[in-house]
């Protein structure tokens, strides 16, 4: 996969994570209609004093409305800095190990980054991934060069670049994996 390839594909999931917020936030309006004027949702006229002035139905479309609004923004905002990010910083070379985690519920990939041409292969960075291509597990607990492109603001890793895909860094903190401590008697 290219870095054009990537690209599309960040784009994609963008897309696809407004659409499910826009639809929270419509839900939410609909929630809010309910409360104010229940005819315009299609409640029939018997049924409507059911849901007119009925507080749950306003605090639910608020919180849909928030939450939605919140997830929007998010997806609107994450993918454009991910890819300001690898248009305008500088690339660092590191060497990539991807692991993955998986347990009944869900399944998430981390890459740990460590400098490259090191003996000590701990790694500086472990980084959750965020939406990482299909055939990423043939990658799995390899040794790989890659390109690491920091966010200016944080210093942390927002996006691996290896030879055949970029992989983006989940929001939030990365962590740094701890050393274990030298026991000295």
Not at 2 to 20: D, F, N, P, Q, Y
Not at 94 to 115: C, F, K
Not at 140 to 163: C, K, M, N, Q
């Amino acid at each position: 996969m290219t870095r054009e390839v990537s690209i599309a594909r960040l784009k994609r999931h963008a897309l696809l994570a407004g659409t499910a917020s826009a639809l929270v936030m419509a839900l939410g309006a609909v929630f809010v209609v309910l409360f104010l004027r229940p005819g315009l949702a299609g409640v029939p006229a018997p049924l409507a004093d059911d849901y007119r002035g009925n507080l749950l139905w306003l605090a639910l479309g608020l919180i849909f409305l928030l939450m939605g609004a919140a997830a929007l923004f998010i997806a609107l905002f994450r993918p454009g800095r991910l890819l300001r990010i690898l248009r305008t910083q500088p690339a660092r070379p590191m060497t990539l190990r991807l692991h993955v985690e998986d347990d009944s519920s869900s399944t998430q990939y981390y890459a740990n980054l460590s400098e490259p041409g090191q003996r000590d292969t701990s790694p500086i960075w472990r980084i959750a991934l965020w939406a990482p291509p299909r055939g990423i597990r043939v990658l799995l607990r390899r040794d790989l060069p890659a390109a690491v492109y920091l966010d200016p603001s944080t210093g942390v890793p927002a996006v691996i670049e290896t030879a055949d895909t970029c992989l983006w860094a989940m929001s939030g903190n990365p962590r740094r994996p701890s050393r274990p401590r030298e026991h000295h008697p």
